[in-house]
């Protein structure tokens, strides 16, 4: 019976379906069943009766150590092993407990082991898939924070739920402050409308859409070029929209300003042809009145009357055309940004006389009436300002109105309002259609007007008056309606209020016919045979004595043979040595003589650059013969 039974428990034993073997305290092993067997891979004789150290080499000691531990345990100790079998790579669990005989004597281990290898390869597999998905995870993190895109993920309902650092700093909103908030908190309700829209049509049609759009953010006024892209779940449906914004700040900017450029080169190109209109005329009526009555002059059979008309003519067409080069520079000037103010103590009233005075003929000879207004009832009105320019926007304003009114009368007036002075000038003329009030005074703009040729002007007076007002600080503006007249009006700064030191002198130096010494010895350096005749008829009149020389070098040769020549007219573009070099070096032997500079590059400031050439005065040419015999009284008058 006892046979039979431990029959029966060893089939079961050895039929478990678990690895059993049973090891003696030193290791020997005592029993392995079928399943233990199998595990390791081995033939049973391979085993039984062998040491652990025999059978598992490298494992041995560590298995003969467990042993160790088990037999001293009360309870069942846990293990797990890898190791590597004729079946290949296993991974075991084994439960070990230690065996007593009858009396309690530990005698030995029993080890129930399980084939654990498919769990635990499974396990591992699923370790390293987390492992790849956190790696791509951080992957994608850094890619988000590090483009050059601010991005964000917004869900459903337009509410923040992901942003990178970009789109934090844009927004100037911590992570914390941002996620969660809808568009509406986060752009506030005018651009936060619009982008609701947007997304609610991206997440309605599943398309993505690219937007341009400026927004006024923490970070400043930006234009981003945001592409919003639907996310779906597994049912094929938007449950989030991604949003990449792309700052295009600097690329817009440069678009708006190649577009502007490109207006501008059109402006100009408009411009051009304004001016080529406007010059040809301009330049060829007076040219026509200088050439046509030279010509009729030349006839023997003229009046003197007549003679004289002509030569008035003439005189009248050379001063249109010195006007018109005068406004051309005067232009050319304010566009290069090289016009300066000269700031002295400009007496109003001086100012509202003169124009008075110089205007009041003409207004006559038309039959216009011209009053002066002068609501400054200080007599010595004085202000820190350009009197030159103040003069010559004053100017251009009066000869436009007289120019531009047939009947009626022009009234120049004059307020003090604040700290400013008010100038008016009111007319009864021809008007300015509204369309064209603002582009008058664009330079070579005029007004469309049936007879505006027969008018006279190259429509730069009104864009010089303006750039002087601007640069006194100032503004001018305009009330006009067509047909019934016009009022210009401007303001200037009265910077400094001075009503009574500072007595202005009034009285315009009269040339005394009878000029000075009448002995001088002039030289006259002057490659142009005209201006050369020209100098010498205006001077002849005094009983003077002329030396001429063409060219630098005859006029440094003339000095070295005459010793007695009192002064030197010299003309600076010549041929050879010019009229710079040729001063220096007559001041290298001589510092005593007197030398006026004559040039046509009447650049105002170049005065400065003559003065410090060596020459003593510098007239621009044209010369005005008052100015020459005034500047000649100046050096040797009595
Ligand atoms: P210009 O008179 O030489 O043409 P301006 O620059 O002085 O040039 O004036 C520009 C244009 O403005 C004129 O051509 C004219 O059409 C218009 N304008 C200026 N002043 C008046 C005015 N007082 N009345 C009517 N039109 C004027």
């Not at 290898?117 to 396990?123: D, F, I, M, N, V």
């Not at 009053?371 to 009197?387: G, L, R």
């Not at 022009?410 to 008010?422: G, K, M, R, W």
Request: glycine letters at 6%; charged letters at 25%.
């Amino acid at each position: 019976e006892l046979k039979e039974s431990e029959e029966k428990y060893r089939y079961l034993v050895d039929n478990l379906n678990s690895g059993l073997a049973i090891y003696s305290l030193d290791g020997e092993i005592l029993y392995f069943n079928k399943k233990a067997i199998e595990n390791t891979g081995g033939k049973l004789d391979d085993y039984l009766g062998k040491s652990l150290l025999v059978c598992f080499e490298d494992h041995g000691q560590n298995y003969i150590n467990r042993i160790k531990e088990v037999a001293k345990s009360d309870v069942s100790l846990e293990y797990e092993d890898f190791l590597q079998t004729i079946n290949g790579d296993k991974y075991f669990y084994s439960i070990q407990t230690r065996i007593k005989d009858i009396n309690g004597n530990v005698t030995g281990v029993q080890v129930l082991v399980n084939d654990i290898t498919e769990k635990r390869l499974a396990e591992m597999e699923l370790i390293k898939a987390k492992e790849q998905a956190e790696e791509s995870d951080r992957n994608y993190k850094l890619i988000f924070n590090s483009t050059e895109t601010a991005n964000s993920v917004f869900d459903k309902n337009c509410n923040l739920i992901l942003q990178n650092k970009l789109s934090q700093e844009y927004l100037g909103l911590g992570e914390e402050d941002a996620i969660g908030k809808s568009v509406f908190e986060i752009f506030g309700q005018e651009a936060g409308k619009e982008i609701y829209e947007r997304m609610n049509g991206v997440l309605n049609t599943g398309i993505s859409e690219i937007f341009e759009t400026e927004f006024d953010l923490p970070s400043g006024t930006n234009w981003f070029r945001s592409t919003y892209i639907p996310i779906f779940d597994e049912n094929k449906t938007t449950k989030s929209i991604q949003v990449i914004s792309q700052n295009i700040t600097e690329i817009k900017n440069t678009q708006l300003e190649l577009i502007k450029a490109k207006e501008q080169a059109e402006e100009s190109n408009r411009l051009k042809s304004a001016f080529l209109a406007n010059m040809s005329h301009e330049i060829r009526t007076p040219m026509n009145g200088i050439l046509g009555f030279a010509e009729l002059l030349k006839s023997p059979k003229l009046s003197g009357d007549e003679q004289q008309e002509f030569i008035k003519i003439i005189e009248k067409s050379g001063n249109r055309m010195l006007n018109i080069i005068n406004d051309i520079i005067s232009i050319s000037k304010i566009e290069s940004g090289i016009i300066e103010t000269n700031i002295s103590d400009v007496d109003i009233n001086d100012q509202l006389h003169f124009i008075y005075i110089f205007f009041n003929p003409e207004a006559e000879k038309k039959g216009i009436q011209f009053t002066i207004n002068n609501n400054i009832f200080s007599s010595n009105f004085i202000i820190k300002s350009d009197k030159e320019k103040i003069y010559a926007i004053l100017t251009n304003l009066v000869k436009n109105a007289i120019k531009y009114t047939d009947s009626g009368s022009i009234e120049l007036s004059c307020d003090v309002v604040d700290n400013e002075i008010h100038f008016n000038v009111k007319d009864t003329g021809i008007g300015i259609p509204l369309d064209r009030q603002e582009a008058i005074f664009e330079r070579f703009m005029q007004a469309e007007i049936e007879d505006r040729f027969a008018r006279q002007g190259a429509g730069l007076g009104l864009a010089i008056a303006k750039a002087y007002i601007e640069l006194l600080g100032g503004k001018i503006w305009l009330e006009s309606e067509e047909g019934a007249g016009s009022v210009f009006s401007f303001s200037i700064p009265i910077n400094q209020l001075n009503e009574n030191n500072v007595i202005v002198n009034k009285t315009i130096p009269e040339v005394q016919n009878k000029l000075v010494s009448n002995n001088l010895k002039i030289l006259i350096v002057e490659d142009d045979e005209m201006s050369d005749l020209l100098l010498t008829r205006i001077l002849s009149e005094y009983g003077y004595e002329f030396l001429h020389a063409k060219t630098g070098f005859e006029a440094i040769d003339i000095l070295h043979k005459e010793k007695d020549i009192d002064l030197i007219l010299m003309d600076i573009n010549m041929p050879g040595l010019d009229g710079y070099e040729a001063t220096r070096q007559i001041r290298e032997f001589n510092t005593d003589i007197i030398i006026f500079a004559q040039t046509a590059y009447a650049m105002k400031g170049d005065k400065e650059i003559f003065l410090e050439a060596g020459f003593n005065e510098y007239l621009a040419k044209p010369l005005n013969r008052i100015e020459l015999l005034l500047t000649i009284e100046k050096y040797f008058g009595n």
